[in-house]
């Protein structure tokens, strides 16, 4: 096991040195160090030695194995030919093999010996199967990267169009991930393709059994690579995430929640000691993302921020477009992601300063992943994540022990002001903090329900979103902290901006859920969308139809003429 320092040397420091290209396009870049993973695992792997690396998420993983794939096809005695490739990337999501993609263009596109370096990307969803293969056939790419689905099809299914035996590395980056979304199938498929004589690197936030097991069957006598952080607060002790990130947790009821991620946005916008401009919102649920996108682009306080939204079940087009569209903002313009876990692990979003984490991921393993979109390649970055009062706050010792230390974060008041929170009093079995009295709170959730009112369809939009959350609380892998049962369902529901509380069986036979509906006129609450609103009327009209006249009762008594 190789350990490295908190710092790492110049890349003239390599033993191996690297070729004037390759230097060139680092100074460019402005990269005229070498991060502590780039110092350990690069040395290794031009040395011919299989390496599997642990490194915090932003620690300059891609350069690790991007410089080697191209300093070795370099220095190949003998040139490929046109279907013979020398390196695989493998990543777990097309927009992350996209942007190792573009790293490998930015030190290709002006190489002197470009075509022994000419790569393609293979991820499907965008192409088809035959389109990647008549690719293949016309540009003849040396480094194919690409997702584990599609890179699997072209080796095994074109009939031996790809000639392995001079495959010189495989790479899989984000190789936890990998296996967490099911592709360890693909993953033996393609590996039993390959020559068992290459250099394999295998690149993790996280080591797990199932990696253990994957390292045994895909490497040879790896020198496994740990790069460790030291919290310089508490020098020897470790941390899992970068020391330039600054964690806090902040605790609240959950009606209370979201006006405190709108006062957060506009404290860190006004900080000109800070100044974050750029940040990433985390949601539980695709549906929550969808609706809070709608809320939170019409509240009057966000009006300075450009708001876009990211999610898993986004077409890939939509998706792409709304990436490069956060990605494509200069660095000073005040914007916010709402997004999923599908954009915590790989995608490559530069300048962003703070991460907001609205729910904890149900997976505990991907807090570390999200909080790492922020403090990249040595830049300062902050992360807050809201817990609600009580049984949520055991979260803090929870994480402290998988070495993520957080410090408590004061509430914010209407006006920007901090409260200072009080210590948490213990109630049996968890810490319970003092509620804060927050007197402008009901009328923020009236702005949101005043939001919701404007189009039926934000109504639907909000039962979808709530209900969904409410399904993933339940699922949570850490569920001895995240029950349904602590959770106060009246103020969670108010906090959504509900209009009214949906049927769903969590709150079958409840009767002391404190929640108060709004008055509304529900036959004619509209949908601003045209066709929904005819079918809606319809629907109303046959069901009025299809409800039985009231019998007319036979008077008592009836006065004659």
Known sequence: MA?????????????????????????AMGFTQMTPVQAAAIPLFMKNKDVVVEAVTGSGKTLSFVIPVIEKLMRREYILKNNEIGAVIITPTRELATQIN????????????????????????????????????????????????????????????????????????????????????????????LPKQRRTGLFSATMTDAITELVRAGLRNPVRVVVKVEDLENQGKEQRTPASLKINYLVCDPDQKMAQVVRLL?????????????????????ASVDYFYKIMSKLTQLKPFSIHSLHGQMDTKRRTATYSSFVGLPAATPALLLCTDVASRGLDIPDVDYVVQFDPPQDPKAFSHRCGRTARAGRNGKATVFLNRGREEVYVEFLKLRKIPMEPAPYLMNDLSEHPQAAPQNDDEKPITPEIP???????????????????????????????FIRAYSKHDASYIFRVKDLDLGKAATGFGL????????????????????????????????SKEAKRVKELEEYKKSIPAPKQAKPKYVESL
């Open 438 to 468: 927050d007197p402008s709170i009901p009328t923020f959730i009236q702005e949101m329900r005043q939001i919701v009112k404007t189009d039926r369809d934000l109504h639907d939009k909000s039962f979808k979103a709530f209900t969904s």
């Open 102 to 193: 573009t790293v490998f263009e930015i030190f290709i596109k002006d190489h002197p010996k470009k075509k022994q370096l000419s790569h393609a990307l293979y991820i499907g969803g965008t192409t088809t199967l035959a389109e990647d293969v008549a690719n293949f056939k016309t540009e003849h790419p040396r480094i194919l990267i690409g997702t584990p689905g599609r890179l699997e099809e072209m080796l095994t299914k074109t009939a031996k169009l790809i000639n392995t035996k001079e495959l010189e590395m495989l790479v899989l980056d984000e190789a936890d991930r990998l296996l967490d979304m099911g592709f360890s199938q693909q993953l033996s498929s393609i590996i039993a393709n």
């Open 266 to 286: 506009l404290k860190e916008l006004d900080d000109f000691s800070y100044g974050a401009k750029k940040f990433i919102i985390y949601f539980a649920t695709c």
């Open 3 to 27: 350990t490295v320092p908190s710092y790492a040397g110049e890349w003239s420091s390599l033993e191996v040195p690297l070729t004037g290209s390759t230097k060139e396009t680092l100074d």
């Open 499 to 530: 209009l009214r509380l949906p049927k769903m069986p969590e709150l079958k036979g409840k009767t002391n859920v404190a929640f108060e509906e709004e008055n509304i006129d529900w036959d004619n609450f509209k949908f601003l969308d045209k």
